[in-house]
């Protein structure tokens, strides 16, 4: 049980650690960094350097690699390569596994008396079109008992089956329906995967990013809201 | 002889809503019933999407703001203080304190004005129309002191990145604490009209029941879960935009029916008024907005925002790659999710009861939707 690691607070561990090569290694993380790497720190008010007249871009936080997370130690000893990394960003804690290990590393999470990770909080998707792998699920999970907020996330490619969460916490079932009206994911073992917000007969899946915020199922409009002409 | 009609029927399904007084908005449920008894319940939502998520990625990120707004349009005002806070932090970017306090204390008016709509129409759905006008009436000062502030009742567009567009308007000071030293005495009467009715008290007491762990399963937030005994409060739990610099208790319920989810909305009133109390003794002087970039571009990366909203748990998720617009903004949206546990709430209800427990579950549909 690891009382220091409480959500909202850094990441206590590795402090110095935080210039190193990021988050550069790790096939998971979100598009690189475009900050420059070796940004000159901005001096406190020093008038001589040239570069005081244009102000640098502040370096705003950056992605961290966890060193000695328990949890992240934990993981990689049950699942070995399944764990891709373990980072942190602003304090928040982000573990990325492949899809194959998911539901056993959810079981575990949820199941294990060391973390139990007992509420779902959230789950979405992000869509890196053009990836190989497309969608990144993300999960967010909170113990009621340590008071921990964590974030899962694996890459799926567009085509694959994603775990359902479903039969593990009961939040998913939504959740997971949602992510597929909008993004069309499937999830194997979802007990009812069906579109939740959107018409059961909508073409599309509006938070890809290939759909274009104007673009709507025309057919659709026509047939049941009897608008002969639909505005482009 | 003759053929079997509808009444020879053992199941009926039939639809409630999605025009229905008591459905809180354009909310279908399909009823499969057994006489009286509801054998199962579908909900069918989706009826005031317009894609807020979408319309973020298209925004930038200050203009996204008055989106979130109209998504959860009874909490308006501190609908967008995750986002705003998710934002901030992202960009590093310091608020002065009295933006802080100013904060505070219009998202707890907003949590009373909320409670006090759910309150009315609550006790309106199973019977009780007198609550409804009280609770009007003061919901109406308070909206008041919205227009007063923000410029608008509904849709406030309350807080920017950075802090508040405006310091507080002269005479606002002193309404609010009129406001507040009146408001004890108008919960008590709330209170004397419901708390120990007969009516109110069959029609409440073992309806809707569902346990902690349950609750936990489901992913219920706010005063559902607490009504279940799970002490959960992310103003508790992680301390956002200043709160822990404020006293409060949260109340929890011990059966985790709609009765208690009553009396822990009726405290949480009074603690709301408590938190605003302590605002106005100590609000500190000084600007109201930190040094906000001109243009809000926070470097690549991505935060989980959330915020005690009156409903439960409201989170951002922020991604940002690096560009001025996000990348993406997920709304975690706590009656969505709560919502979902109405199926397993109804079973075995009477049809009756379906309405009270829609009321309890404080539904928004604007923010089921999005």
């Known amino acids: 049980m690891n009382e220091e690691n409480k959500p909202g607070q850094p990441a206590p561990e590795g402090p110095s650690e935080g210039k190193t090569g990021d988050s550069s290694g790790a096939p998971a993380a979100p598009p690189k960094p475009t900050t420059p790497a070796t940004a000159g720190e901005a001096k406190e008010a020093k008038p001589k350097p040239p570069a005081a007249k244009k102000p640098p871009v502040k370096k705003g936080p950056s992605y961290e690699d966890l060193t000695d997370d328990p949890l992240l130690k934990d993981l990689r000893e049950r699942f070995s390569t399944g764990v891709v990394s373990g980072q942190s960003f602003l304090g928040q804690a982000i573990y990325t596994v492949t899809v194959d290990v998911l539901p056993d590393v959810m079981r575990y999470l949820r199941a294990s008396d ?32 340590s008071g921990r907020l964590i974030r899962i996330k694996a890459r799926a490619a567009a085509a694959a089956m994603v775990p359902s969460m479903a039969p593990i916490w009961r939040t998913a079932d939504w959740l997971e329906r949602e992510a597929y009206d909008m993004f069309g994911v499937e ?28 673009l709507q199922d025309q057919a659709w409009i026509r047939n049941h809201l009897r608008i002969r002409k639909v505005p482009e | 002889m003759d053929e079997p009609t509808i009444l020879d029927a053992q199941e009926l399904e039939i ?52 989106y979130y707004d109209r998504t959860d349009y009874i909490a308006a005002v501190s609908n967008a203080l995750g986002y705003v806070l998710g934002v901030e932090k992202m960009m590093e970017i310091e608020v002065p304190e009295r933006a802080v306090y100013i904060r505070v204390m219009m998202t707890e008016f907003n949590r009373i004005a909320s409670h006090l709509v759910w309150l009315g129409t609550h006790a309106m759905d199973i019977g009780a129309l007198t609550v409804f006008l009280y609770c009007f009436r003061e919901r109406e000062e308070i909206l008041k002191l919205f227009e007063d502030l923000f410029g608008a009742r509904l849709t406030t567009h309350a807080f920017r990145i950075g802090g508040l567009w405006m310091d507080l308007p002269p005479g606002f000071e002193e309404a609010a604490r009129r406001f507040i030293d009146d408001f004890p005495t108008k919960v008590d009467e709330y209170e004397q009209l419901l708390t120990n009715n007969r009516i109110w008290l069959d029609r409440t007491k073992g309806v809707g029941v569902i346990s902690g762990e349950e609750a936990i399963d489901f992913g219920l937030s706010g005063p559902p879960l607490r009504g279940s005994g799970v002490p959960y409060d992310v103003r508790r739990a992680r301390p956002y935009g200043g709160y822990d610099q404020f006293e409060f208790d949260v109340p929890v319920g011990e059966h985790g029916d709609t009765y208690d989810r009553y009396l822990i909305r009726m405290e949480e009133m009074r603690q709301s008024r408590r938190i605003i109390q302590q605002t106005l003794d100590r609000l500190p002087g000084g600007p109201i907005r930190g040094k906000v970039p001109r243009i809000i571009k926070p470097s690549v990366g991505e935060y989980y925002s959330a915020i005690e909203g009156p409903r439960g748990e409201l989170g951002y998720y922020i991604v940002s790659d690096g560009s001025a617009v996000p990348f993406r903004v997920r709304i975690r949206p706590p009656t969505f999710i709560n919502l979902q546990a109405l199926k397993r709430m109804v079973k075995g209800a009477l049809v009756a009861d379906v309405i009270a427990i829609i009321g309890t579950l404080d539904v928004v549909l604007g923010e089921i939707d999005r």
């Open chain 1, 114 to 145: 060391q973390w139990s990770f007992d509420y779902l909080v959230d789950l979405t998707c992000l869509d890196y079109i053009g990836d190989e792998k497309r969608f990144c699920m993300v999960y967010h999970l909170y113990s009621h008992k």
């Open chain 1, 187 to 214: 999830f194997s073992g979802h007990p009812d995967l069906r579109r939740i917000l959107l018409p059961d007969d909508w073409l599309g899946y509006p938070l890809r990013k290939d759909y274009d915020i104007k």
């Open chain 2, 15 to 66: 639809n409630m809503g999605p025009q229905h007084p008591a459905t809180h908005g354009v909310l279908r449920i399909k009823l499969k019933l057994d006489g009286e008894r509801v054998l199962d319940a579908d909900c069918v939502i989706g009826y005031l999407h317009r894609g807020v998520e979408k319309i973020s990625e298209n925004r930038t990120y200050t203009k996204c703001l008055p």
